[in-house]
């Protein structure tokens, strides 16, 4: 089983760009489905964004989607999280999370679908 450690992310302002990385342990990476989550004050863990084993295959949440771009790198075991054009609500401790799967283009957009999670990192973006 992988473990996942999250880095990247930090205080910025509304507007600015940040990336987000999870590299994960081990050797058997490509058989996992990879997704980001997060977890705002006072709210429930929400879907972010997925991605299938190769990465070609990916889907957002409607309040990210056109601003944050999922991908994978899976030579150096490391899924990434591009966030752009920031906004105070984005404010969150995001997550990974990973799934095992042999099924190659899928993508999982349900918590319940993981079994992997790293610590998360937090994101601040100020107004």
């Known amino acids: 089983q992988v473990q996942l450690v999250e880095s990247g992310g930090g205080l910025v302002q509304a507007g600015d760009s940040l990336r987000l990385s999870c590299a994960a342990s081990?050797?058997?990476?490509?058989?996992?489905?990879m997704g980001w989550f997060r977890q705002a004050p006072g709210k429930e863990r929400e879907f972010v964004a997925a991605i299938s084993l190769r990465g070609d295959s990916t889907y957002y949440a409607d309040s990210v989607k056109g601003r944050f771009t999922i991908s994978r790198d899976n030579a150096k075991n490391t899924v990434y999280l591009e966030m752009n054009s920031l906004k105070p609500e984005d404010t969150a401790v995001y997550y990974c999370a990973a799934n095992p799967t042999s099924s190659v283009r899928a993508y999982f957009t349900a918590q319940r679908s993981y079994d992997v999670w790293g610590q998360g990192t937090q994101v601040t973006v100020s107004s």
């Open positions: 081990g050797r058997t990476f490509i058989r996992y489905a």
